[in-house]
């Protein structure tokens, strides 16, 4: 079956350090992949889309690396701050069907003073 | 505010009542989803609209549920005769489908339900 998985449920590290989070996923050919952040009683917020035939997106101080063949994507935040400090999701997209959306289940970051 | 927005957003009920929700979209957005979230998990898809069409439902979308949007504009999901289990939390999602696939969701604030 469809799985994903994110490397840790929490990952702590100091203000300033690059954070980088993990998303693995098998027997699933997505079309794309998605990072999202998500706050205690919030709603997910979306933050990068990466394509199957795109290698890296940047965007401020997040970038996202897509490898189809080990079927990852590394989620970065460079010069961290404790304000970065959310769950992130990552997310499948398949090419034709809604239904084919499969989310992670989080890592929660924290990123200390 | 022209995020999405639900209503209710919090709601606690006996097990075997009715419940309804509701959620505004994005107005120029033509599809409309439902997710349902419980702790330390991420969204699980529920069903989506596309206009006032509803496309795909999940398995999880048992007969007790039922989603509507009728005018192609918001949309409400009704859970009868409540269980424990269906506490969670819905998410409404909308989108802009243009051709390209399914891009990015605009998610809503949730409505946090608890079944006693």
């Known amino acids: 079956s469809q799985k994903i998985e994110q490397n840790s449920e929490a990952l702590n590290i100091q203000e300033g350090k690059t954070a980088t989070l993990t998303c693995n996923y098998t027997?699933?050919?997505?079309?794309?992949l998605q990072w999202y952040r998500q706050d205690p009683g919030r709603g997910p917020v979306f933050l990068l889309l990466?394509?199957?035939?795109?290698k890296e997106k940047r965007k401020e101080r997040l970038k996202v690396t897509f490898d189809t063949t080990l079927k990852q994507s590394l989620f970065h935040i460079t010069a961290s701050q404790p304000a970065d400090s959310a769950t992130y999701l990552c997310?499948?997209?398949?090419?034709?069907?809604?239904?084919?959306?499969?989310f992670g289940s989080g890592t929660r970051l924290s990123i200390r003073p | 505010d022209t995020g999405v927005s639900q209503d209710p957003r919090h709601k606690i009920t006996k097990r075997g009542q009715n419940v309804t929700f509701r959620c505004d979209p994005i107005?120029?957005?033509?599809?409309l989803y439902w997710y349902r979230q419980t702790l330390g998990q991420g969204p699980e898809f529920l069903t989506y609209?596309?206009?006032?069409?509803?496309?795909?439902k999940s398995r999880l979308l048992s007969d007790r549920f039922s989603a509507e949007r009728p005018k192609g504009s918001f949309s409400t999901l009704e859970i009868q005769r409540t269980e424990q289990g269906d506490s969670a939390m819905y998410l409404c999602?909308?989108?802009?489908?243009?051709?390209?696939?399914?891009?990015?969701?605009?998610f809503g604030p949730g409505t946090r339900l608890t079944v006693t």
């Open positions: 990466i394509r199957e035939n795109e």
């Open positions: 999602a909308s989108s802009l489908e243009g051709g390209q696939g399914v891009l990015e969701q605009y």
């Open positions: 027997n699933y050919s997505p079309a794309y």
């Open positions: 609209f596309q206009n006032e069409a509803q496309l795909e």
């Open positions: 107005s120029e957005h033509n599809r």
């Open positions: 997310a499948l997209v398949g090419y034709s069907s809604a239904s084919k959306i499969i």
